[in-house]
């Protein structure tokens, strides 16, 4: 069967990983979107149009990484790669810990979905197994194939993930400044061991933030404390670190986005959530974007 004239539109959510104390396990989808068009011509190759985030620095050729992800998932599927025309509405911020780079992976495997239907059927193991291979861990992409509150894991057959509604009271707060952070950096200054009463710990607080989510939203402080990785990546972003710990010193549940250096606060409600703005516009000299955001529950989409 031809392709050629097939066209899909994959709509992606941002990402939040690690939640505090959720190390690589813990994620959440939130309403800041990447709208991805690809349409297949009879010509072999790639174009890639980028619009907003990432114009003039991401590839425009097969090497994009929405692109060699769909290449990734039609090899993976047992089909041949098409030539394709992409254009990439980006809103998600690159390099500040909001899972833009899952976010293009899960884009370009699930337009390799739609591209397939009628072809191969693809299942939600399937996809998240082909996304975890291309990300490398499923923390990120989890929560964008599937959208809420995620639990992540990997066994011998393959990655899992478990998918929570959040309750309504939680309101989330990202901070996003200027200034990127690589993952790669800052996954270098994490120990490859950690003290027994450390990890014990996060395990009390993970399970903790679990029932904060989902249920009692009043134990998000307790829920977001941290010991196995935001202090040993403080050097590599220092103001970060600096307005979390002012946060938390005034009560509020706030935690590191992903590998940084954008700050999570997972307020107990839209009042507290103004607060904390106003607490980090009075603490900070530098620039830092306030997204009022919502937990997104439908994750990527496919039209």
């Known amino acids: 069967m031809s392709l050629v004239g097939r066209s899909v539109t994959v ?5 939040s990983a690690n939640l505090g104390p959720g190390f690589d396990t ?25 619009i907003g985030v990432g114009d003039g620095e991401v590839a425009t050729d097969e ?9 990734y998932a039609f090899h993976a599927l047992g089909q041949a790669v098409p030539g394709v ?24 495997i ?10 191969v059927d693809v299942d939600s193991s399937t996809l998240l197994r082909i996304a975890t291979e291309l990300e490398g861990h499923p923390d990120n992409v989890a929560p964008a194939l599937f959208g809420g509150l995620t639990i992540a894991w990997v066994e011998p057959t393959g990655p899992q993930h478990k998918k929570l509604l959040v309750h309504r009271g939680v309101a989330p707060l990202v901070f996003v400044p200027q200034h990127t952070l690589s ?8 120990p490859e061991h950690v003290p027994h009463s450390d990890a014990v710990f996060n395990l009390s607080r993970s399970a903790l933030l679990i029932a904060a989510l989902t249920q009692s939203p009043e134990l998000l402080f307790a829920g977001t404390e941290d010991k196995l ?29 992903g590998a940084g250096p954008s700050i999570l606060v997972l307020a107990d409600g839209p009042g507290e959530r103004l607060e904390a703005a106003e607490l980090v516009a009075r603490e900070s000299d530098t620039e830092w974007d306030a997204l009022y955001l919502a ?6 989409t496919l039209s």
Do not use: C, W
């Not at 090497?63 to 290449?71: H, I, K, R, W």
């Not at 254009?87 to 992976?105: Q, T, Y």
């Not at 699930?110 to 072809?119: I, P, Q, R």
């Open 11 to 15: 709509r992606v959510p941002a990402t």
């Open 85 to 108: 025309d992409v254009v990439a509405r980006n809103v998600i911020p690159h390099g500040r810990g909001l899972g833009s780079s899952g976010a293009a992976v899960v884009a370009g």
């Open 295 to 300: 937990v997104d529950v439908k994750g990527a």
């Open 26 to 50: 813990l994620g959440l989808a939130l309403s800041v979107y990447d709208e991805v068009t690809v349409t297949v011509r009879d010509e072999p190759g790639a174009t890639v149009e980028v």
């Open 229 to 257: 990785h935001q202090d040993y990546r403080a050097s590599a972003m220092p103001e970060t670190h600096r307005l979390v710990l002012a946060l938390r010193a005034h009560g509020f549940a706030a935690v590191v986005s």
């Open 183 to 190: 993952t790669k950096l800052a996954r270098s200054l994490q």
């Open 63 to 71: 090497t994009n990484l929405v692109v060699s992800s769909m290449a």
């Open 110 to 119: 699930v337009a390799a979905k739609g591209l397939l239907d009628g072809v």
